[in-house]
């Protein structure tokens, strides 16, 4: 929804955040999801208590996590770089990663890693890429294992339905592809729940 009220505003860049994520499949049949992460200012920045000046547009962060995992979406491998950190320490921060291998990237992820992965502990930059990680896994795979917007549970509910914005009851989507569960208007079940 755009603003209507507002008037146009000069902008200056202070601050860009690059995000890129990248779905492989491996030639053994794993699969792997690689994520960076740099940041950049337009101007010089010195870093607060290193006290090293960070030119333009060079990095501040440059950090790359990789998570390898097999078709049942479980995690076999994780590796992380960092190119450029603002503190050296900074360079170790990936090995507490190492806590994911063994954990499926489905249901229930990302309240695991907030529990598996204490922020004293871990790069805060490379814990929050891990989410979004998960559902790139999940449009990767897809590709490969074929679309499932049309598998069911077992009580024959399609499992896409209400699980987003295009995939809600009273949506076109549901009315076209399952009329059954179509809760919109004119529907039957919208019309059987009418007080009348």
């Known amino acids: 929804m755009q603003e209507t009220n507002r ?29 960076t992460l740099v940041d950049t200012k337009p101007f010089n920045t010195i870093l607060p ?23 049942d979406m479980v995690v076999t491998a994780v590796r992380t770089r960092a190119l450029a950190t603002p503190y050296r320490v900074c360079r170790s921060a990936g090995e507490g990663l190492q806590t994911l291998v063994g954990l499926s ?3 229930g992820w990302n309240s695991e890693v907030r529990h598996r992965l204490a922020r004293s502990e871990n790069c805060t930059h490379f814990v929050g890429l891990l989410a979004p990680m998960a559902t790139t896994a999940f449009q990767a795979i897809g590709a490969v294992k074929g679309f499932r917007a049309l598998e069911t549970d077992e009580n024959g509910r399609p499992r896409k339905l209400d699980s987003c914005y295009a995939y809600a009851g009273n949506r076109e989507i549901v009315q076209r592809a399952w009329p059954e569960f179509f809760t919109g208007q004119g529907s039957k079940v919208s019309s059987s729940t009418k007080i009348g």
């Not at 146009?8 to 699969?31: K, N, P, S």
């Not at 060079?58 to 390898?68: C, E, F, G, Q, V």
């Open 49 to 71: 208590l290193a006290q090293d000046v960070v030119p333009a547009g060079d990095a501040i962060h440059d950090l790359s996590l990789t998570l390898t995992f097999n078709e």
């Open 7 to 35: 008037p146009e505003l000069e902008r200056v860049e202070i601050h860009r955040r690059t995000i890129e994520m990248t779905g492989y499949r491996l030639a053994d049949g794993l699969f792997e999801i690689e994520a």
């Open 105 to 107: 990237m489905s249901k």
